[in-house]
C-alpha cells in the first residue's frame, strides 16, 4: 500500500491542537457513533489518549480477555450443537457487548445489512455462521474479497437460489441483488446487464453445505455484461462490478449513513468515495480517516442519527448493565426490528426514521422502564449504582455524560435534577428513576 | 356510535390530558373529539393488503380458456377443472372460495391487467413505485397515502388518522415528511409497562417526559418528539378497546384474518382511523411455488371473506372499501424450478360497496408480450385515483402529480 497524502476538502482532518478542543463530548460523540456504547471506563480512556491513539485503538485489534474468550467459544459451541438460531443470536449479542473490539463488530453487523441473509430460509446455523465468520475477517479489509467471498458463500448461495441457477433455467436472484443491492445500487445497470450475469453464474452450487462448481449447469457461452464481451464465469462479473464507478459510490453512501450522517450530499459521497479507490477498497484507512474528519466532529452531525435497536439496546447496556437476560434481550430486539440473522428481507434494516412508529417508542420506552426498575432484562453496574454519597446535580451529571455525550443542559438538566430531589425511595430508587427518564426520552434515541 | 363507546372515548380524551401535549397537535386524540360529530359518509374507511413479493396473477386469476395458459404453465399450471370458473375465459384458484362467493354476491371487484409502463422487476423498487406512485422518482421521500393524509390533515384534520397494522416497518405508501402513522401488531403491544419502584415514581417519570417533548425542536429529535406524543396518547387511547368489541364471526387463525379482526374491532369503536395497510408477505415463488401459493391463496380469501361478515354483522360494510395489491406479477412462462420470475402486469381484488363488482378492464394477452411479461390496461395510478375522488374524496391530482381516469369500481 503506497503512503497516500491525507485528504483534503470535506474530509481534512481536524486538527484537535487548534481547530476544536478533544473534551467528553468528542469522545462521546466518537464512541458512541462506533462502537455499541461504551462504559464509563472507556470514556475517562478516550479522554484520556486523545483523538489519534484513541482512534487506532478502535482500528487495531485489541487482545480479548480469557473470560471473553471463554464466554464466547462456550456459546458458539451452544449454538451448533442445538442448532437453535436463537442461541447464535445470543452469541453475537453477546460479542458485542463484551468486546475489546467494538468496532469490528459494528462493521460487521454492517456487512450483515448490507448481505443481508436470512436464517428463515437458510434453516442451518452453522451456513450462518460461516457467513458471519467470512464478514468479521474482512469487516475491516478489502470489500473485494469480502464480495468474492459473498459470492460463493453457501448461506448467500442458499438463500439467493443458487442452486436453481442452471445452464438451461438461469435463476437471475444473485445476479440482481449483486447489483442493486450488494455493489452498484438502482440505476447503475440494465435488466439485460441482470440476466446476462445470471448466465455467468450458473453452475454456482452449494452440495453437502459447501461450494460447489457444477461444470455441467454452468453456461459457457459469451455474455455481455456492461458492455464487455465475454465468457464471463461469476468471479469476472464480481470484478466487472468492483470496477465500476458506482461501486465505491455504492460504499461511501454506507459507511456515511452509518458513522456520519442520514443524508450525505453528494460532494460529501464523491469525496469518500474517491479515498476508498484510492485505498483499493480497504475499509480501515479509510474508517481512520472519517473519524478524523472535520465533517465527522462537525456541530450537524452530532447527536443527529436515530439509534438503530442494537445502538439503542447493547449501547444501554454496555454503559448500565453487569450481566445480561439475553433471552429476553434477543426477543425484546426482534419486536424492535432488528432480528439479527433474521433481516426483513435482502434488502435489509433501512434504518433511520423508520425504526421509528408508534409500536416502536413503546417498546423503546418500556425498555427504559424495565431495564432501569427491574432485573428483567439485566442488573445495574456497580460503577454506576454506587452513588449514595452524591448530590442529585453531580448524579445527573455523571448519568449525562455516560447516557448522553454530556449533553445534559438547561431544562432537561434541571428536569432531571427535579426528578432526581423529588423521586421517592432510597438513593438506589432514586437513581434508577432518573436512568428511566433519561433512557426514555426522545434525546436519548439519538446519538 | 354507540353511546357507551363514544362516553368511553371521551373519557379517555380527558383522561389523556390531550390539550397541552404539544405544539404540534398530537391528531390521533385531540381531533378524535371532532370526530365524534362527523357525518358518516365521511366515516368511509380504506383497507390495504399488501402481498408482498409478487403475487402470481396468473394463478390467481387464471385464464382457463386460454390454451396459451397450460403451454406456458405445464408444472404449475391449475388444471382446469379445478379451476372456479367466473365465465368461460376466467377463473379463481380453487382455494380461493371466499372470493367468489363475494364475486357472485356483487361484493367483489376484479381489475384485470393493472400495471405501469416500464415496469421495474426490483421487488424493492417496484414497491417503492406503487407505494409512492412516483414510477420516475428513483428515491421517492413519501407515499401516495402519506400524501393523502397531509392534504386531509390541513383541510379536515379528524379524517386524516391511518393505521398499519403487522407490518415491521411503516409502509412507505404511508410515510409522509410531517404526518406520523403508528403501526401495530396487536391491541396488547401497545401499552406501557409499569416497572417496579414507587408508584410515585413511575408517574413523575411519564409527567416530566409528556411536558419535555410538548417543545418543538428541529430535525430528527423534533420528528422524535412528535412521534413520543403520538404513541403516548394512542396507546392511552387504545387501552380499553379489546374490552368493547364482540363478533359471532369465526375468522381463520391466519396471520391475515387476525389483522383484519383487528381493523375491525378498531372501526367497531369508531377510531377515527380511515386509512389502514396489512401485510401478506411470501409471494416471492420462485421454486416450488404450488404449495406455497395455495395456502396464501386460502388466507387471502378466508380472511376477507370473514372480514366481510363481521363487517356487515356490525352494519359496517357501507363504509369499507377493501383492496389488495403487489409490486407486480410474475412471468408468464414458469422458470425451471417450478417456480416464477419477477414480472410485469398482474390483477388485484376489491372489495367495494357501491354495487360496482365483476371484472374490469381486459385480460391482457398472454401471447402479445413485453419480455416475456403481461402488457397491463389500467394503470394503478387510476385506481388509486378511483379510491381518492370516488371514496375519499381527495382530489388525486394532487396527491399523485398528474390526473388518471377513475376505473369504475366505485
Known sequence: ?447 | MPSSTRREFLQLLGSAGLISLGAIPPRFLVTAAEAAGVAARDKRVLVLIQLAGGNDGLNTLIPHGDPAYEKARPGIGIPKPQVLRLNDQVGLHPNLTGLRELYEEGKLAILQGVGYPNPDRSHFRSMDIWQSAQPLNDNPRDGWLGRASEWQFDRQPALAEALSLGSDKLPLAFVSTRVNVPSLHRLEDFQLVDGQGPTANRDRIRTTIKKLVADPASGELDFLRRATTTALTSAERLKSLSATYRTTVNYPSTGLASRLKLVAQMLTADLPARMFVVSLDGFDTHSQQQPGHAALMAELSGAIRAFEQDLAEHKLSDRVVLATYSEFGRRVAENGSLGTDHGAASMLFALTPTGKGGLHGTYPSLTDLTDGDLKFNIDFRSVYATILDKWLEIPSAEVIGEAFQPTGFI
Not at chain 1, 438460531?85 to 453475537?92: A, C, F, P, R, S
Not at chain 1, 433501512?350 to 424495565?370: H, K, M, P, V
Open chain 1, 1 to 447: 500500500m503506497p503512503n497516500l497524502e491525507p485528504p483534503a476538502g470535506l474530509l481534512a482532518p481536524l486538527d484537535f491542537t487548534s481547530d476544536r478542543t478533544w473534551t467528553a463530548r468528542e469522545a462521546a460523540h466518537l464512541l458512541g457513533r462506533s462502537q455499541f456504547g461504551y462504559t464509563s471506563a472507556e470514556l475517562d480512556l478516550a479522554i484520556q489518549s486523545g483523538p489519534a491513539e484513541t482512534i487506532e485503538r478502535l482500528l487495531n485489534t485489541q487482545p480479548e480477555p480469557i473470560e471473553f474468550q471463554q464466554a464466547e467459544l462456550a456459546l458458539r459451541k451452544t449454538a451448533l450443537a442445538t442448532g437453535e438460531i436463537t442461541d447464535l443470536k445470543i452469541w453475537w449479542l453477546y460479542r458485542m457487548w463484551a468486546t475489546a473490539n467494538p468496532l469490528a463488530e459494528k462493521m460487521s453487523l454492517l456487512w450483515h445489512n448490507h448481505f443481508a441473509t436470512s436464517f428463515d430460509k437458510v434453516r442451518s446455523v452453522a451456513q450462518m455462521l460461516n457467513q458471519n465468520a467470512l464478514i468479521r475477517k474482512h469487516a475491516l479489509g478489502h470489500f473485494q474479497q469480502l464480495l468474492h467471498g459473498m459470492s460463493r458463500d453457501t448461506a448467500m448461495l442458499v438463500w439467493l437460489d443458487g442452486n436453481a441457477n442452471r445452464k438451461r433455467h438461469p435463476n437471475e436472484n444473485f445476479a440482481r441483488e449483486i447489483m442493486e443491492l450488494f455493489a452498484l445500487g438502482v440505476g447503475n445497470y440494465t435488466e439485460k446487464d441482470i440476466q446476462e450475469a445470471a448466465r455467468a453464474f450458473s453452475g454456482w452450487h452449494v452440495r453437502e453445505g459447501v461450494f460447489w462448481f457444477n461444470q455441467s449447469q454452468h453456461d459457457e457461452t459469451e455474455k455481455t455484461v456492461f458492455g464487455k464481451v465475454g465468457n464471463f464465469d461469476g468471479a469476472a462479473i464480481v470484478d466487472l462490478c468492483l470496477s465500476q464507478p458506482a461501486c465505491p459510490r455504492f460504499l461511501a453512501m454506507k459507511l456515511l449513513k452509518t458513522f456520519v450522517c442520514s443524508e450525505p450530499k453528494q460532494e460529501l459521497i464523491e469525496a469518500v468515495a474517491t479515498r476508498i479507490r484510492l485505498h483499493d477498497f480497504v475499509m480501515l484507512p479509510v474508517l481512520r480517516e472519517l473519524f478524523s474528519s472535520q465533517v465527522f466532529y462537525d456541530g450537524a452531525n452530532r447527536r443527529s442519527l436515530i439509534k438503530s435497536p442494537l445502538d439503542l439496546v447493547v449501547g444501554s447496556l454496555r454503559a448500565l448493565a453487569a450481566t445480561v437476560k439475553w433471552p429476553s434481550i434477543t426477543k425484546l430486539l426482534a419486536n424492535l426490528g432488528q432480528d439479527v440473522f433474521e433481516p426483513p428481507s435482502v434488502k435489509g434494516w433501512e434504518g433511520g426514521r423508520l425504526w421509528i412508529n408508534s409500536s416502536s417508542i413503546l417498546l423503546r420506552t418500556n425498555f427504559a422502564t424495565e431495564l432501569a426498575s427491574t432485573e428483567q432484562l439485566a442488573s445495574l453496574r456497580g460503577s454506576v449504582t454506587d452513588v449514595a454519597s452524591e448530590t442529585s446535580d453531580s448524579i445527573v451529571a455523571g448519568l449525562g455524560r455516560l447516557l448522553m455525550g454530556d449533553l445534559v443542559e438547561g431544562e432537561l438538566h434541571a428536569s432531571l435534577v427535579a426528578l432526581h430531589q423529588l423521586a421517592e425511595g432510597n438513593s438506589l430508587q432514586k437513581l434508577r428513576a432518573t436512568i428511566q427518564l433519561i433512557l426514555s426520552l426522545p434525546e436519548y434515541q439519538l446519538y
